[in-house]
């Protein structure tokens, strides 16, 4: 049980580092995003076992990271300016 709750914390902080990386200036706060990553795959990781039992490693670890992603999609904030309509601009008003 130990391991597998250190393997999800792990594995939720390498999730939102990779993702402050890839996705720089789309996260409001990097804290606030390497706190969520950790502690959703934490989450994730001890719902699973819960439910599973123990002896499932890989759909634990596979659960804990979807439950990471979900819960740092949330955090997400469009503030780079791209729109959902492909990139495209009104045209300028006369």
């Not at 996260?27 to 995003?33: D, V």
């Not at 670890?61 to 990139?87: H, K, N």
């Amino acid at each position: 049980m130990f391991w597998e709750a250190l393997g999800s914390l792990l594995l939720g902080l390498a999730l939102s580092t990779l993702s402050l990386w890839r996705l720089p200036g789309r996260f409001p706060q990097p804290s606030l995003t390497l706190a969520t990553g950790t502690l959703g795959t934490l989450l994730g990781g001890l719902i699973t076992r819960v439910v599973l039992g123990p002896g499932h490693h890989l759909a634990t670890f596979a659960v804990a990271l979807g439950v990471g992603l979900a819960l740092l999609s949330l955090t997400l904030s469009d503030s780079v300016g791209r729109s959902f309509r492909g990139g495209m601009t009104p045209p300028p008003a006369r």
